[in-house]
C-alpha cells in the first residue's frame, strides 16, 4: 500500500518480462537476470548431491560422508548458483541426518532421484 500513490501518478507503466519457462521446459528470454542458470542448479545441484551420497554409501563411512556435506554446506558463493544450491541441499541432508538418522538420510537422496527432473532447456 505504500507504493500505491507511486503507481497511480506514473504517466506509463511498462512490464518487462526476461524469460518464460513453457510447460515443454523450454525457455525463452533475454535472461539478464541469469534465472536460467538459478533454475538449472535448484534442479541439478539436490540430484548430483543425491547421487553422491549414494555413491559414498556403498565406498566410504558414514563419518567421511558427513565430514564431507558440512564441508559443502559451509561453503558460500554470491554468483555461483550451483554452489548455493548444492550448500542449501548439503545442509537439508544434514538436517534430515540429524533428525532422522543415516537410514533418512540414504532415503531422501534415493527419493531425489527417483523424482523425474524437470526438462528445462533453451
Do not use: C
Not at 11 to 36: C, H, I, M, P, W
Not at 84 to 106: F, K
Amino acid at each position: 500500500m505504500g507504493n500505491l500513490p507511486n503507481f497511480q501518478s506514473a504517466g506509463n507503466l511498462e512490464v518487462r518480462v526476461d524469460g518464460v519457462v513453457f510447460a515443454s521446459g523450454q525457455f525463452v528470454g533475454t535472461d539478464d537476470l541469469k534465472e536460467y542458470e538459478q533454475w538449472e542448479a535448484q534442479i541439478n545441484a539436490p540430484r548430483k548431491l543425491a547421487a553422491a551420497i549414494l555413491a559414498k554409501q556403498k565406498s566410504a563411512p558414514i563419518s567421511d560422508t558427513l565430514a564431507w556435506l558440512r564441508t559443502l554446506a559451509a561453503e558460500r558463493s554470491r554468483d555461483d548458483f550451483n554452489v548455493r544450491e548444492t550448500a542449501a541441499t548439503a545442509r537439508q541432508m544434514l538436517g534430515m541426518y540429524s533428525n532422522r538418522g543415516e537410514a533418512e538420510l540414504y532415503s531422501t537422496a534415493k527419493g531425489i532421484l527417483e523424482q523425474p527432473a524437470f526438462p528445462l532447456h533453451r
